[in-house]
Each structure stands twice: as C-alpha cells, then as structure tokens.
C-alpha cells in the first residue's frame, strides 16, 4: 500500500470531521476548509491507488 494512499485516507477523515465541525457550529468558512480538506485526501488516495497499480502490474 502506498503512503499516499494512507495519507489521503487520513485527510479525508480529517476533513471530513472539520466540514462536520462546520456544520454543527454553522461556521460556513471551517466547513469549505473540511470539503477542500477531503477533496485533497481523495486526491492524493488517488495517486496512491495509480502508483500501487503501476507497481502490480511491473511485477
């Protein structure tokens, strides 16, 4: 598993945790931080995910 691919993970949780803190406290501003936050996990698991793929298939 790539570090990326855990990393990513990782930020999204947090951001999702922070957009719900958003929601709870109507905090409009820490809400969009926690969507961008867990946009950016979803990216980066993303290229985790491409760089485990690359590495199977040179196997």
């Given amino acids: ?3 990326d691919r855990i990393g990513g993970a990782a930020k ?3 951001g999702s945790v922070k957009e719900a803190v958003g929601k709870l406290t109507g905090d409009t501003a820490t809400q969009a931080e926690g969507a961008a936050e867990k946009a ?3 990216t980066q698991s993303t290229v985790g995910n491409v760089k485990d793929t690359a ?3 040179l196997k």
Avoid: N, T
Wanted: zero cysteines.
């Fill in 1 to 3: 598993m790539d570090k």
């Fill in 55 to 57: 590495r199977d298939a």
């Fill in 12 to 14: 999204q949780v947090k």
């Fill in 40 to 42: 950016a996990g979803k």
